[in-house]
Each structure stands twice: as structure tokens, then as C-alpha cells.
């Protein structure tokens, strides 16, 4: 199953993609590893993309979940081959709660969804990210072409209830398909 994660900072994409590739026996691919290098530096756009793309190839058959909004990295292609799309809405004020609770956690460590040496940060232009600059006019249209493109594989989750219903309603469907989660192989 392919399975790709988008939606606002703050949201808990990476927390639900690490976990779905769990279940499901999955690589994951977290986006903000392919954006940023050590120090926070932001990796040229080429080489990400190359990186992108060799994750899709080399996982074609297996599966992959990944998550982040990068359209610079592959994005109509991991909409197109995804079996699921998850959009993370949840409201700015969740989402500024979450990252405040992750960066209390994190805080002088790289955490696992991140590239080597980026220390959790928090500042203000991060929080003005979360609260007004990251939910732009653009970026609310980005997400209602993507459903509209695919409607019927795309899911809004606007809270934690409907979280667990979708990710209930996954495991549902992995166990109608019969398959081994991650192997393609059905159960006898």
C-alpha cells in the first residue's frame, strides 16, 4: 500500500506516517529529511528530487508511506501512485499546541522525522508559520485541488476522532485484501 501524508505543520503528519508504516510494514519517508541538511541548511532542490524519486522507484512493488507537502519533491507523482492520501486539517491552534509539546520534547535533539543535526527550534517565525503564513490562500487551494484531483482516495482528518476512524478503516482494508502487511503476499 502507498500512502501519502500531507497536511499543516504541526499536524502530526510524521507521527501518523511512522506509525501507518509500522502497521503496515512500510518504508517511510519524511520530506523535511530530503529539504534540510545539518544545521537547518536547505538541500538543493535537484539532489532532493533525485532522492525522492529513487525512494518511489526502489519501493514501487513494496509499498511506501510518506509524508510532507514538498511540491518540489515529486508531489504529482506520490499523489498519482498513492493508494491513500491522509490531508491533515487540523486547526492552526492544535497544530501550534502540538508543535509546542514537540519541541518541549525535542528540545536539543534531532528528533527521527528530521535530517541529521536540524535541533528542534522554536521561534517566531516558525509560530507565525504554523498560525498565518503556512494556511496561505495558495496553500488551502493546493489541498482542495489535490481532493478534488483525487476524490476518492483522499481523506480529510479534522481531528483525532476521525484519525482513528480512518486509520481503523485502513487496517480494515488491509485485512479484506488478505495481505501480509508489507510482503504483497496473501494469507492462506
Known amino acids: 500500500m502507498k500512502i501519502a501524508v500531507i497536511g499543516y505543520t504541526g499536524s502530526g503528519k510524521?507521527?501518523?506516517?511512522?506509525?501507518l508504516g509500522k502497521i503496515l510494514g512500510c518504508p517511510v519517508l519524511h520530506l523535511d529529511k530530503l529539504q534540510f541538511e545539518a544545521g537547518w541548511k536547505e538541500r538543493k532542490e535537484a539532489e532532493g528530487n533525485r532522492l525522492c524519486?529513487?525512494?518511489l522507484e526502489e519501493n514501487k512493488e513494496r509499498g511506501?508511506?510518506?509524508d510532507g507537502n514538498y511540491e518540489k519533491f515529486c508531489q504529482k507523482r506520490r499523489m498519482k501512485e498513492a493508494d491513500l492520501i491522509i490531508f491533515m486539517d487540523y486547526p492552526r491552534w492544535i497544530c501550534l499546541w502540538q508543535a509546542l509539546r514537540r519541541y518541549y520534547r525535542y528540545k536539543g535533539h534531532t528528533r527521527k522525522s528530521m535530517a541529521d543535526g536540524c535541533i528542534e527550534k522554536m521561534d517566531k517565525e516558525f509560530i507565525l508559520w504554523i498560525l498565518k503564513n503556512g494556511r496561505s490562500r495558495e496553500k488551502k487551494e493546493d489541498y482542495k485541488r489535490v481532493g478534488a484531483q483525487y476524490p476518492d482516495k483522499f481523506i480529510q482528518v479534522r481531528n483525532r476522532r476521525q484519525l482513528r476512524a480512518t486509520v481503523i478503516r485502513l487496517l480494515q482494508l488491509q485485512n479484506e485484501k488478505g495481505l501480509y502487511a508489507g510482503t504483497g503476499s496473501r494469507k492462506r
Not at 14 to 19: G, H, P
Request: aromatic share 16%; charged share 15%.
Open 64 to 66: 511506501w508511506v510518506i
Open 53 to 55: 524519486e529513487q525512494f
Open 14 to 19: 510524521s507521527v501518523l506516517a511512522a506509525k
